[in-house]
């Protein structure tokens, strides 16, 4: 089992920028997909961002492209994922998860059910 902590989430004005960070305690990260996903208060979970294990493959929700980019440190055992001008729409609940896979490419990685961990989330506010 894989334990994954986010950190990073504050409160920002709108077109401001935050870095959320998911640290993972595994014996190594080279063989796990990551995702992000958030949550917003009364809406269902949704996909943001992927990396497949080693950082081939990334994926984006269409929301975010363009403004956030997924990626990783295996050494230090983290993936980053800078949000950049931030509005209202992105304030949410943001969590990373993992899945074991050998793939290069993976798009099932856009959903959540695919994952087998996750991490407790960190909260993001936009401000107006």
């Known amino acids: 089992q894989v334990q994954l902590v986010e950190s990073g989430g504050g409160l920002v004005q709108a077109g401001g920028s935050l870095r959320l960070s998911c640290s993972v305690t595994?014996?190594?990260?080279?063989?796990?997909?990551i995702g992000w996903f958030r949550q917003a208060p009364g809406k269902e979970r949704e996909f943001v961002a992927a990396?497949?294990?080693?950082?081939?493959?990334?994926y984006y929700a269409d929301s975010v492209k363009g403004r956030f980019t997924i990626s990783r440190d295996n050494a230090k055992m983290t993936v980053y994922l800078p949000l950049n001008r931030l509005t209202s729409e992105d304030t949410a609940a943001y969590s990373c998860?993992?899945?074991?896979?050998?793939?290069?490419?993976?798009?099932?990685?856009?959903?959540?059910?695919?994952?087998?961990?996750w991490g407790q989330g960190t909260q993001v506010t936009v401000s107006s």
């Open positions: 998860a993992a899945r074991i896979s050998a793939l290069s490419t993976d798009n099932l990685l856009k959903y959540d059910y695919y994952y087998h961990d």
């Open positions: 595994a014996f190594t990260l080279d063989y796990y997909a």
């Open positions: 990396t497949t294990k080693r950082g081939d493959s990334s």
